[in-house]
């Protein structure tokens, strides 16, 4: 399938790592140009020179940038936009989680939490907003978490933000409509540094990774048996960004091994 995405201009938020690089690699390979940015200069380095490498580094453009902050936003939505003279795509793809239940949430984790989750999103379309409605197929996808539809009790703070997330996409999907679409993938568990890192930490060295995998998989009720791969997603966000589906708007794909119990 023609996805149209030649000669496109994509930007990614977080795209120095995990499900940004995989993302911006993947719009790469369909023929769009791409603009990164992330907070750690290093590993922006690091992700510009690996996609520079594949797909030539003219195509790439790199920024440090922290999300939260507007002037940072502003400033890399004015280099984007200029490098290219257009943007057509935002994945709007930054932001962790924070692991706390309602007794042991203060009040400044819960404004950090909110502040991080809602103004990852906002501020960057806020920025490119008016490039996106200048182009004949502007898309935003916001890479969002299952637990906007099903929240859990040791992730209350991030629970509640996820799913103020979600409505925010289904209303600019609404008010931008037909200039810009908007839509979102929500995760489940995902294969990350961070689960590298509790690999590394198991109890049982004799155990292969693919072995862990699958035990995690089991306790958290996973059907399909393991973790998402970032490029699995990756994938569902080109397409969902794509002018190929452009009927598509103010929708959710969950990607989650079969994990969620909502209808």
């Known amino acids: ?23 911006a690699s993947a719009f790469l390979e369909e023929g769009a140009d791409v603009a ?32 939260t902050k507007a002037d940072e936003v502003r400033a890399f939505a004015d280099a984007a936009t200029s490098w290219r003279g257009k943007v057509d795509i935002l994945v709007n793809n930054a932001g962790q989680g924070r692991m706390s ?26 920025a490119f907003r008016p490039a996106l409605e200048r182009s004949r197929q502007g898309a935003i996808v916001a890479v969002n978490s299952l637990l906007a539809y099903q929240p859990e009790p040791y992730m209350v703070c991030t629970s509640a933000a996820r799913a103020g997330v979600q409505s925010l996409v289904k209303s600019l999907a609404r008010e931008f409509a037909p200039a810009i679409r908007v839509n979102s993938v929500v995760l489940g568990l995902i294969d990350s540094g961070q689960w590298e890192r509790r690999f590394q930490a198991r109890e049982n060295k004799g155990q292969s990774r693919d072995e862990w995998i699958a035990e995690l998989a089991k306790s958290k009720h996973i059907p399909y ?8 997603v990756a994938r569902a966000i080109v397409f969902l960004a794509s002018p190929a589906v452009g009927y598509i708007t103010g929708a959710s ?9 909502y209808i």
């Open 1 to 23: 399938m023609d996805l149209a995405l030649r000669n496109c201009v994509a930007v990614v938020t977080g795209g120095s790592s995990g499900i940004g690089l995989a993302s």
């Open 36 to 67: 990164i940015c992330g907070r750690d200069p290093a590993r922006l380095q690091a992700a510009q020179a690996d996609l520079g490498s594949r797909f030539g580094p003219e195509r790439v453009l790199a920024a440090c940038c922290d999300v």
């Open 101 to 126: 239940t309602f007794a042991d949430t203060t009040d400044d984790q819960w404004r950090e939490e909110l502040d991080l989750k809602f103004f990852s999103q906002i501020y960057p379309v806020r």
């Open 225 to 232: 048996g393991r973790l998402g791969l970032p490029e699995e």
């Open 253 to 261: 794909l969950e990607i989650s091994g079969g994990v969620s119990r």
